[in-house]
Each structure stands twice: as C-alpha cells, then as structure tokens.
C-alpha cells in the first residue's frame, strides 16, 4: 500500500509551499496525498439562536410547540444548507491544485472538515492511519518560535504520526497587505486610500468617512463613483455631485468615474491602482436586512480585494472604540491596529480569544475574561506573546490594560464581546485566498458583525 501523507490547507498561498517539500522528497509511486482544508463552520447570527429569538419576540410567544419546533427545524435546515454550500466552494478551491497533483502522477484525495484546526488534522491523521504530517507554519525566527502558539505545535504535541514542518523563509517573502499599510500607517510610506460608492445610503456614508480619515491618517484618498450602464448618464451625473459635495477635507480626493457591475469594476480597478486600504459599504443589492447586512456585491469585494478592506456598517461614522482581534502570530494586525486608533484618536481593547482547553489559565467564571497578570507570570510561549504585543501598544499610548484574554470559540466570543461592548470597528486579520475566505473565522465577523469591519489583509500583494 502507499503511504498517505496528509496535507493540512489553511486557505494562504504560504500553505501551498508545503507541497512543494512533498513532491522534491516523495515519488508518486510510493505516496498518495491528501489535501485537508479546516475551516470554522458558518454560524447565524447570534440573534438567531432559538432562545434569544424567543425572548426578543422573533417567534410568537403564544404560538404552539408544533410553530416552534418548526422555526427552530427551519433554523437548523438553514445552517446546514450554508454548511453543504461552504464545503462545495472550499472543496472548489482545492481541485486546481488536485489536478495539477495528479498530473504528475500522484493520487489525490481531498477533504473539507468544520472545526478546531489542529483537532480536526490530528483526529483525520488517526483515524485514516496517515503516515506523514506534511504542513507549513508561520513561525518567525528559531526553533522555539517555529512551532510554539501554533497549530503546527498542537498538532506536533498531539499527533502519533510523524510531522514535516516547512518554516518561511524571510528572504524570500513579499511583503503582505497588511505590512504594506502598517508602513503607510507609521508614515513610513504614503497611505494610499480608495473609497467606491454606487450614491447608495451605506456607500455614501462610506465616502464621508474616508473623507473624515484623509487627514487623521494623513493619505492620499481616491473615490470612486460606480453608476450602472441602465441608470443612465443623467443618474451617474447626480450621484457624483451629491458624491463631490460629502467632500469637505483639504486636499480635494480624486473623483474616478466607473460604469458597470460595482464588484467587477472595482476589483479590475484595483488590479492597476496600488491601494493600501479600500473604504466601502454596502451597495444597492444589500436590501432591508439588519445592521449586519451587506450584500453579495460588498462581500464579493472583501472576498477578493487584494488589499485590506474597511467595510463600514450600520448607522455610526464617528469612531470612538476599536476592537482588535489577534492569534497568536498577529503581531502585524496589532500593530495596524493599534496605529489606526491612535491616528483617529480611538479608545483600543485587543483580543486574544484561546481555545476551551487552555485550563490553567480560566477563570472561575468560563465566560469572564481571563486575568492576563496570571498569564503573563507562567513564562509560556503565550506569556512572551503578550508581553511583545505590550511592547507595540506602548508605542502607539496603550497599555496592558487594553489587553483583554477569553476562552471559547473564536467567531462567537469576537462577535459577542463587540455587540455586547458597542465597539465601532472590529479589527480582524485574513491571509485567506479568496477561494477558501467563506471558511474563515474573518468571513464570520464580515458577515454576522453588527459594527464596521477592518479587514486586514495578510497575504502577501
């Protein structure tokens, strides 16, 4: 029998390398692979969970247990419907690279799993008795940092199998999205902005708050007005002068004009346009949902702009207070972070949500946050984690204070502490490709947050 080597994908091309380590070192005729994509399962809304439903008046409360065994089935056929569709278009998302692999000879399986990363790659590795552990990690620099706070370490500690570790090389890596705007955010390089309308409310409001940023980050802001060819040239006049007149800052932005399909043409302008930070809001097809609501075209444009988004919802443009959400390697994210709510004059809280089993450092309370001293004293990996992202903060007038540690599931701690805490803006990073971003936990705070949405972007431009 051939020996099975699994590869873990987590949606980044640096993950990809990996399989290049495999085919130098192993034959098609002696192997077969298996690519396994993990990703966090689609949740609904908070708000849409049965209990919560029924206290806020979503379903009748003098209504029969058959009406709401029934909202509760069509809830539960709903979430498995995305499920089905969120493991199509990831299992989509591997099949280039699958066929490349076979035709070179190697046989291919592939698998879309829902859950904790490392979990789900150890559990798969026994259970279809794989013989090698093939993956890439975003260690930095040394031994130590290669695998420690990473999946990679869970899966090496855990796994029975054995593991093959591909580290980046420094030299070789481009610069990401989000390093590139952490250098135009420390004025190290100019900041180079594009906000994109349709005259539509949210987009509007979008315009007006990129035009309120200009100066605070001190960039260059372009704005783009996007008219639909059936709207006609009288229509697309109008929405640049109402566009024109939310322009109230000194320099003047750009006024671009752009006809067509708002995803299509903006994607293809960005394309040409180096932008450091895109500023949307939701465009004509958002329709009446809640204040989490977007539409197909924003997401579309989030899912695949090559640069980091801030996506703006609901009715609040002033931003007061910022949420950041890191793992453990996002030092990056923090730093952009912490730049943008100095630059804006924000109060910052930063978030680091740690998987149920990180027992020794719970609280009594499973839903309080965890006290970050009793971390920061037991000399952990994640001790000199924090202790690093204290450093950054101090740089940019935080303090340990804005440190904030939590147990339980990432998307749902992050989405309940910003709705709970009225933060304006969550801070998320993604180094998705966008093939594999509707599996991400960012995807989840894009879709279900009721706040605006700073994208920052990862992978490398």
Same mark, same amino acid.
């Given at each position: 029998?051939k020996?099975?080597?699994?590869?873990p994908l987590?949606?980044?091309?640096f993950s990809?390398q990996?399989?290049?380590?495999?085919l130098d070192?192993?034959?098609?005729?002696?192997?077969?692979?298996v690519?396994?994509?993990?990703?966090q399962?689609?949740s *609904?809304?908070l708000? &849409?969970?049965?209990a %919560?439903t029924l =206290?806020?008046g979503?379903y009748?409360l !003098?209504g029969?247990?058959?009406?709401?065994?029934s909202?509760?089935?069509?809830e539960?056929?709903a979430?498995?419907?995305?499920?089905k569709?969120?493991?199509a278009?990831?299992l989509?998302a591997?099949?280039?690279?699958a066929?490349r692999?076979?035709s070179?000879?190697y046989a291919?399986?592939?698998?879309?799993?829902?859950?904790?990363?490392?979990?789900?790659i150890?559990q798969?590795?026994n259970?279809?008795?794989?013989? *090698?552990i093939a993956? &890439?990690?975003?260690? %930095?620099?040394? =031994?130590?940092r290669l695998v420690m706070? !990473?999946v990679?370490?869970r899966?090496l500690?855990?796994s029975?199998?054995?593991?093959l570790l591909?580290?980046?090389?420094?030299s070789t890596?481009?610069?990401?999205a989000a390093?590139k705007l952490?250098m135009a955010?420390?004025k190290?390089?100019k900041?180079?902005m594009v906000?994109?309308?349709?005259?539509?409310?949210?987009?509007?409001r979008?315009?007006?708050l990129a035009s309120?940023?200009?100066?605070?980050?001190v960039?260059d802001l372009?704005?783009?007005?996007i008219?639909?060819?059936?709207?006609g040239a009288?229509?697309?006049?109008?929405v640049m002068?109402?566009t024109a007149?939310?322009?109230?800052?000194?320099?003047k932005?750009?006024l671009?004009?752009?006809?067509?399909?708002p995803?299509e043409?903006?994607?293809?302008y960005l394309?040409t346009h180096?932008?450091?930070?895109?500023i949307i809001g939701?465009f004509?097809d958002?329709?009446a949902?809640?204040l989490s609501?977007v539409?197909?075209?924003a997401?579309?444009i989030?899912q695949e702009?090559?640069?980091?988004v801030l996506?703006v919802?609901?009715?609040?443009?002033?931003?007061?207070?910022?949420?950041?959400?890191?793992?453990?390697?996002?030092?990056?994210i923090v730093?952009?972070?912490a730049?943008?709510a100095?630059a804006?004059g924000?109060?910052?809280?930063?978030?680091?949500?740690?998987?149920?089993?990180?027992?020794?450092?719970l609280?009594a309370e499973p839903d309080?946050p965890?006290?970050?001293?009793?971390?920061l004293?037991q000399?952990t990996?994640?001790?000199?984690?924090?202790?690093?992202w204290?450093?950054r903060l101090?740089?940019?007038?935080f303090?340990?204070s804005?440190?904030?540690?939590q147990?339980?599931?990432v998307q749902?701690v992050?989405?309940q502490?910003?709705r709970?805490?009225n933060?304006?803006?969550?801070?998320?990073?993604?180094e998705?490709?966008?093939g594999h971003?509707p599996?991400s936990?960012a995807?989840?705070?894009v879709?279900?947050?009721?706040?605006?949405?700073?994208?920052?972007?990862i992978?490398?431009t």
């Amino acid at each position: 029998m051939k020996r099975k080597i699994l590869i873990p994908l987590d949606g980044s091309d640096f993950s990809l390398q990996i399989i290049r380590v495999v085919l130098d070192f192993f034959d098609p005729r002696d192997v077969s692979l298996v690519l396994l994509r993990v990703a966090q399962p689609p949740s *609904l809304p908070l708000e &849409a969970s049965s209990a %919560r439903t029924l =206290l806020t008046g979503g379903y009748p409360l !003098s209504g029969s247990y058959e009406t709401y065994a029934s909202a509760v089935e069509q809830e539960y056929e709903a979430a498995e419907e995305e499920l089905k569709a969120v493991r199509a278009q990831l299992l989509e998302a591997l099949q280039p690279e699958a066929e490349r692999l076979r035709s070179l000879g190697y046989a291919v399986k592939l698998e879309v799993q829902f859950g904790d990363p490392a979990q789900r790659i150890v559990q798969y590795a026994n259970e279809e008795r794989i013989g *090698l552990i093939a993956m &890439a990690t975003h260690g %930095r620099s040394g =031994l130590s940092r290669l695998v420690m706070g !990473s999946v990679a370490e869970r899966v090496l500690r855990s796994s029975s199998a054995p593991v093959l570790l591909l580290r980046p090389d420094p030299s070789t890596l481009v610069k990401s999205a989000a390093e590139k705007l952490a250098m135009a955010l420390g004025k190290s390089m100019k900041l180079r902005m594009v906000a994109a309308t349709d005259g539509t409310v949210f987009g509007q409001r979008a315009v007006k708050l990129a035009s309120e940023l200009q100066p605070l980050l001190v960039g260059d802001l372009t704005v783009v007005v996007i008219a639909s060819e059936r709207e006609g040239a009288e229509r697309a006049q109008q929405v640049m002068v109402d566009t024109a007149a939310l322009l109230t800052t000194e320099p003047k932005p750009q006024l671009v004009p752009l006809v067509g399909y708002p995803d299509e043409v903006l994607l293809k302008y960005l394309e040409t346009h180096p932008t450091d930070l895109l500023i949307i809001g939701a465009f004509a097809d958002r329709g009446a949902g809640g204040l989490s609501a977007v539409g197909p075209t924003a997401h579309r444009i989030v899912q695949e702009a090559p640069t980091s988004v801030l996506l703006v919802k609901g009715h609040r443009t002033a931003i007061r207070r910022v949420l950041v959400c890191a793992a453990v390697e996002d030092e990056t994210i923090v730093m952009v972070g912490a730049q943008f709510a100095q630059a804006i004059g924000a109060d910052l809280d930063l978030l680091h949500v740690m998987p149920p089993s990180a027992a020794p450092y719970l609280s009594a309370e499973p839903d309080l946050p965890i006290d970050v001293e009793t971390v920061l004293s037991q000399g952990t990996r994640l001790s000199s984690v924090l202790h690093e992202w204290e450093r950054r903060l101090q740089e940019y007038g935080f303090d340990r204070s804005s440190i904030i540690l939590q147990a339980g599931s990432v998307q749902e701690v992050i989405l309940q502490r910003a709705r709970e805490r009225n933060y304006d803006v969550v801070v998320v990073g993604s180094e998705s490709s966008p093939g594999h971003f509707p599996g991400s936990i960012a995807n989840a705070i894009v879709r279900y947050a009721e706040q605006s949405v700073l994208l920052v972007r990862i992978r490398a431009t």
